[in-house]
């Protein structure tokens, strides 16, 4: 029950035959070598293995890879440019202490991409709505919820600065 | 996890077909957000994964400014009806029921049909569905038939649907003017818990007397299957509602439950937590209904 499918993943069209009871996780993590989304429950429940799947933060191991079939699809590993830039939100997790042991992290980065570009301007309610299915074990969450405002001072300043 | 093949109709027509192909290994699926779990678990073991996502009829969420009607197809994902601005403003009581299911990654994923076939008695979608009187329109093999929701449910994971038959779609008939409808998912965390309890009331008043002429008090977690508590609607009626109403109407829904104990709750705590909540409930409706919503 071999089935090839093709989608655009990190901006790069992927062709590959899948198994059609293989989850996107699985296709990520073991076939194409994609290991910066992670695995933690394997049931929807930690959100370590977020991705964004046409604009909307999905649980990869939930999700089967025969439906990425067509679609868009961003993982951690297309956020940094090629020279090894950080994206604001990786940096600003990096410089506000939303990173410890780094487990969450890929989900919680992916998490919070998928909030900034729907809603640049999301309040802290907004955050922690979005961030919800993300469990940290490490942080507390605070220094999470820090990191992603300081991504949005940071992107709104770069556009030219809305309080600024 | 097992392996399966996937089939993926375009119509419900075909989807019923392929599962009288298959019928004892097959197995429909929206969302996947309960199907893959338990084929991952070992819970369930189909040859055949019938997916609906590609029926696009079934798929849409629109309302009749005509008729007034809403719409709710059964593949419409939770995420959905919690961004759109017209089920925030005209049907809150969906609202607060749909935007604590799991998480954002489960609701961008997860639709209203899976949640109410699963047919869990902590099910939050069933609540307000209920609570509005929505009726439920199924297709199996030998053609469509309507049911009330609060009749799908027969008892813990089992609905009244037949084996090949689909949920296509929930309409809700039009709301009276001066309704208001809430709920709350009440647990010690609404995202990534199930409710201890989950509690929707709706209320509508006569715009003259301020009298009530329309109540539901459904609950969730509170019965095998999400209930309405019929006893706690009747003594609503007619009355001007205040807060000792609700209050009496807390007590009464609380009596009516047959909450029990379980390892998430005890049942008189539950017991506790509808009487509160109903009242709570009843106050938001009449804010909802003073402040024009
Ligand atoms: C981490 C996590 C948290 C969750 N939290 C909650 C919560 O807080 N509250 C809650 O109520 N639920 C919760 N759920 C359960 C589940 O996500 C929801 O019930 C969801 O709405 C199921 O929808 P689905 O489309 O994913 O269903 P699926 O998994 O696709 O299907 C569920 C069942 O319904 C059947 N089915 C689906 N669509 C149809 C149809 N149109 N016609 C006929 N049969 C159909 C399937 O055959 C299957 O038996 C949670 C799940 C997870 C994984
Ligand atoms: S691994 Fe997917 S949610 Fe935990
Ligand atoms: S940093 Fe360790 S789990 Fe979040």
Redesign the pocket.
């Known amino acids: 029950m071999t089935t090839n499918i093709s989608f655009l993943l990190n901006g790069d069209k992927i062709s590959y035959d899948i198994k059609e009871h293989w989850t996107l996780l699985h296709l990520l993590r073991e076939k194409l070598g994609l290991i910066g989304t992670k695995e933690g429950c394997g049931?929807?429940?930690c959100g370590a293995c977020t991705v964004i799947i046409d604009k909307l933060a999905v649980n990869s191991c939930?999700y089967l890879a025969i439906e990425a079939d067509g679609k868009t699809i961003e993982t951690i590993e297309g956020l940094a440019s090629t020279d090894g830039t950080l994206h604001p939100i990786q940096q600003s997790f990096v410089d506000n202490g939303g990173i410890q042991c780094g487990f969450c992290t890929p989900g919680m980065i992916m998490s919070s991409k998928a909030l900034l570009d729907e809603n640049p301007d999301a309040s802290r309610e907004e955050i922690k709505h979005a961030l919800a299915g993300n469990i940290c074990r490490c942080t507390g969450y605070i220094q999470i919820f820090e990191s992603v405002e300081a991504a949005q001072e940071k992107v709104a300043a770069n556009k030219g600065g809305k309080d600024e | 996890m097992k392996a399966f093949k996937y089939l993926s109709p375009t119509t419900v027509e075909e989807a019923i077909a392929f599962h009288g192909r298959h019928s004892e290994t097959a197995?429909?699926?929206?969302?996947?957000?309960?199907?893959?779990?338990k084929v991952k678990e070992g819970w369930m073991e189909p040859d055949f994964l019938i997916s609906?996502k590609k029926i696009k009829k079934?798929g849409e969420l629109n309302k009749n400014n005509a008729t007034g009607e809403l719409s709710i197809g059964?593949?419409v994902t939770?995420a959905t009806l919690e961004k759109s601005l017209m089920i925030q403003n005209e049907y809150p009581i969906i609202y607060d029921a749909v935007s604590?299911?799991?998480?954002l990654q489960?609701r961008n994923?997860?639709?209203?049909?899976?949640?109410l076939?699963?047919a869990?008695p902590?099910?939050?979608?069933a609540i307000p569905l209920i609570a509005l009187d929505g009726v439920a329109l199924l297709h199996g093999p030998e053609g469509e038939r309507s049911v009330a929701v609060k009749d799908l449910f027969v008892s813990p994971y089992k609905t009244i649907?037949k084996p090949r038959?689909?949920?296509k779609k929930i309409t809700i008939p039009p709301q009276a003017p001066h309704t208001g409808s809430a709920y709350i998912k009440f647990g010690r965390r609404a995202a990534?818990?199930?409710p201890l309890i989950g509690i929707g009331v709706l209320l509508t008043l006569n715009e003259i007397q301020g009298t009530c002429t329309k109540a539901r008090i459904c609950l969730g977690v509170a019965a095998p299957t999400p209930m309405r508590a019929f006893d706690a609607e009747k003594f609503l009626i007619g009355k001007k509602i205040n807060e000792a109403i609700l209050i009496e109407a807390g007590k009464i829904a609380a009596d009516e439950s047959r909450v029990r104990d379980s390892v998430r709750g005890k049942a008189w705590h539950r017991k506790e937590m509808i009487r509160v909540h109903v009242r709570r409930m009843g106050q938001k409706c009449l804010e909802l209904i003073n402040a024009g919503k």
């Open positions: 049931n929807g429940e939930l | 197995k429909y699926m929206g969302g996947g957000t309960d199907v893959i779990v609906l079934i059964a593949m939770h604590n299911i799991g998480s489960v994923v997860g639709t209203i049909g899976g949640n076939i699963n869990v902590s099910a939050d979608g649907l038959e689909i949920l990534m818990e199930l």
